[in-house]
């Protein structure tokens, strides 16, 4: 049998590649500075690692639909299940409305013609709504496109990255190299952007749906997950080094610093600029694509459990997508987009940052009970049998768990919550407003959906397992005709 068993380290290393890293995060990575590299490492070590462990236990111990969402389901019950398909959800359309913005910018950049207001709007929802219908069909989830945008990723943090080499040695460094830079810095600039190196981490669960065809899971899933993440961190490094080659840290932009980078170095208007704008474009499509189906089937399974709307439960008759989820994500997109001349009138700008940061901090905010529900179901679910184990006694699980959830909390309370009276850091209020309303609108959507359960599931401890306790349930309100 084992030699059925085809997929390699390499292959899992690359699938992670595929779903984590985002070319349009260079940019505010660099903005940290040359203390990115100490937080890099740093960030490794004390979240990726301990994070690795903890979904590869949870993944190749429980084949739940919902993933994230089930196993905190699990352990907590409906309450915190509903919660974080929430949270877990939100983060799509606003990332979506987000990337939207780029695309009149990059446009205005390869033409070097502004766009006006309609135009860039009609630009804005054409992509929102391209990636809805694009995740309506299984097509666009085929290995090939997939395995395209990675390459595509990959090239623009090759290309990126080789010229910030080449200008270096010709023009020198646009920022100041010296040895102290290096060392890590706990200015609010550096910290604000910290929640962005955590983002560029979340996603390497998607390793442990490939167990079933790994011949040594509990070996090459961990070493997929440190491998995945220095490869993904060196990528990163690089293409920041090229736009911090160009650009001093401070004046990056974070919508488009890396396209800024590229035009100083290649020249606006060149060739290469323009084929790497392109590029980016369409990684831009990928990014949102690869990412979609997962959070449209978490979404739809929460739906189905009464812990999302019912809306969010329709699905193609067709083909069994979620297609209830997908146009939700666009109607939310397109609302976001439509609201931001409104924003500008109020004074708001850097629309890309607002919504990209709200989009990081829901996302990190869904994976925070992932690591209390992770020690409960070991103690509560402690039979069951589990491919991979995180390794270690009560002690050094503790820290495993508690460790990055302090990261966690620490790095969104510095992404949307001014640490002082600067400009700067009062422009956070937006995305302080905008997170807390999403929140409490979560909390009316828990409610307004709990009403459609006729029993609470409360947890392993107090319920039992899940599926057991869904069967039951299911059966007493839809009894089986027997006779």
Same mark, same amino acid.
């Given at each position: 049998m084992a030699k059925n068993k085809k997929f390699r380290l390499i292959d899992a290393i690359l699938s992670v590649i595929t779903v984590v890293f985002v070319a349009e995060a260079?940019?505010? %990575?660099?903005?940290?500075?040359?203390?990115?590299?100490?937080?890099?490492?740093?960030?490794?070590?004390?979240?990726?690692?301990?994070?690795?462990?903890?979904?590869?236990?949870?993944?190749?111990?429980?084949?739940?639909?919902?993933?994230?969402?089930?196993?905190?389901?699990? %352990?907590?019950?409906?309450?915190?299940?509903?919660?974080?398909?929430?949270?877990?959800?939100?983060?799509?359309?606003?990332?979506?409305?987000?990337?939207?913005?780029?695309?009149?910018?990059?446009?205005?950049?390869?033409?070097?013609?502004?766009?006006?207001?309609?135009p860039s709007l009609v630009i804005e929802l054409a992509f929102i709504w391209i990636v809805v219908f694009l995740s309506f069909s299984k097509v666009s989830d085929s290995t090939w496109i997939l395995n395209l945008a990675a390459v595509l990723?990959?090239?623009?943090?090759?290309?990126?990255?080789?010229?910030?080499?080449?200008?270096?040695?010709?023009?020198?460094?646009?920022?100041?190299?010296?040895?102290?830079?290096?060392?890590?810095?706990?200015?609010?600039?550096?910290?604000?952007?910290?929640?962005?190196?955590?983002?560029?981490?979340?996603?390497?669960?998607?390793?442990?749906?490939?167990?079933?065809?790994?011949?040594?899971?509990?070996?090459?899933?961990?070493? %997929?997950?440190?491998?995945?993440?220095?490869?993904?961190?060196?990528?990163?490094?690089?293409?920041?080094?090229?736009?911090?080659?160009?650009?001093?840290?401070?004046?990056?932009?974070?919508?488009?610093?890396?396209?800024?980078?590229?035009?100083?170095?290649?020249?606006?208007?060149?060739?290469?600029?323009?084929?790497?704008?392109?590029?980016?474009?369409?990684?831009?499509?990928?990014?949102?694509?690869?990412?979609?189906?997962?959070?449209?089937?978490?979404?739809?399974?929460?739906?189905?459990?009464?812990?999302?709307?019912?809306?969010?439960?329709?699905?193609s008759a067709q083909n069994g997508m979620p297609t209830g989820a997908a146009i939700i994500n666009g109607i939310v997109a397109s609302v976001l987009v439509l609201l931001s001349p409104l924003m500008e009138l109020a004074g708001f700008d850097s629309f890309f940052w607002i919504f990209f940061s709200m989009n990081i901090v829901f996302l990190l905010i869904s994976y925070i009970p992932m690591f209390p529900a992770f020690l409960k179901l070991r103690k509560v679910d402690a039979a069951r049998p589990r491919v991979f184990r995180v390794p270690g006694g009560k002690g050094l699980l503790a820290v495993v768990c508690w460790l990055p959830v302090v990261l966690l909390v620490l790095s969104i309370i510095a992404t949307i919550v001014p640490l002082n009276g600067s400009e700067e850091e009062l422009s956070k209020i937006p995305m302080l407003i905008g997170v807390i309303a999403f929140v409490v609108i979560g909390e009316i959507v828990r409610v307004l959906s709990a009403r459609g359960r006729k029993v609470d599931y409360l947890g392993m401890e107090a319920s039992g397992d899940p599926e057991t306790f869904d069967a039951a349930v299911a059966e007493k309100i839809n009894p089986v005709d027997r006779r």
């Amino acid at each position: 049998m084992a030699k059925n068993k085809k997929f390699r380290l390499i292959d899992a290393i690359l699938s992670v590649i595929t779903v984590v890293f985002v070319a349009e995060a260079a940019a505010p %990575a660099a903005a940290i500075g040359n203390s990115q590299f100490f937080w890099w490492i740093f960030l490794i070590i004390a979240f990726l690692l301990p994070y690795g462990l903890v979904v590869s236990e949870l993944g190749t111990a429980y084949d739940d639909e919902g993933g994230l969402y089930d196993w905190v389901r699990r %352990a907590f019950g409906d309450t915190w299940g509903s919660r974080v398909s929430w949270y877990y959800w939100i983060n799509f359309p606003l990332w979506m409305a987000s990337l939207a913005f780029l695309f009149p910018e990059t446009i205005a950049l390869i033409t070097g013609f502004e766009l006006g207001l309609l135009p860039s709007l009609v630009i804005e929802l054409a992509f929102i709504w391209i990636v809805v219908f694009l995740s309506f069909s299984k097509v666009s989830d085929s290995t090939w496109i997939l395995n395209l945008a990675a390459v595509l990723k990959v090239g623009i943090a090759v290309v990126v990255g080789g010229l910030g080499i080449w200008y270096a040695v010709n023009y020198g460094f646009a920022n100041d190299m010296a040895p102290q830079t290096f060392l890590p810095s706990l200015d609010s600039n550096s910290l604000t952007y910290l929640s962005i190196i955590l983002f560029n981490f979340m996603g390497f669960e998607v390793i442990t749906t490939y167990v079933g065809s790994m011949e040594n899971p509990s070996k090459q899933i961990p070493k %997929a997950i440190i491998a995945g993440g220095i490869a993904i961190a060196a990528l990163y490094l690089f293409s920041s080094f090229g736009i911090s080659a160009a650009i001093p840290a401070s004046d990056i932009s974070l919508d488009s610093g890396i396209m800024d980078a590229v035009g100083i170095m290649a020249g606006f208007g060149s060739v290469l600029f323009v084929v790497v704008a392109v590029v980016f474009l369409i990684t831009l499509f990928g990014n949102m694509v690869s990412w979609s189906f997962g959070v449209n089937f978490v979404a739809e399974h929460a739906a189905k459990k009464k812990n999302m709307p019912k809306p969010f439960a329709h699905e193609s008759a067709q083909n069994g997508m979620p297609t209830g989820a997908a146009i939700i994500n666009g109607i939310v997109a397109s609302v976001l987009v439509l609201l931001s001349p409104l924003m500008e009138l109020a004074g708001f700008d850097s629309f890309f940052w607002i919504f990209f940061s709200m989009n990081i901090v829901f996302l990190l905010i869904s994976y925070i009970p992932m690591f209390p529900a992770f020690l409960k179901l070991r103690k509560v679910d402690a039979a069951r049998p589990r491919v991979f184990r995180v390794p270690g006694g009560k002690g050094l699980l503790a820290v495993v768990c508690w460790l990055p959830v302090v990261l966690l909390v620490l790095s969104i309370i510095a992404t949307i919550v001014p640490l002082n009276g600067s400009e700067e850091e009062l422009s956070k209020i937006p995305m302080l407003i905008g997170v807390i309303a999403f929140v409490v609108i979560g909390e009316i959507v828990r409610v307004l959906s709990a009403r459609g359960r006729k029993v609470d599931y409360l947890g392993m401890e107090a319920s039992g397992d899940p599926e057991t306790f869904d069967a039951a349930v299911a059966e007493k309100i839809n009894p089986v005709d027997r006779r």
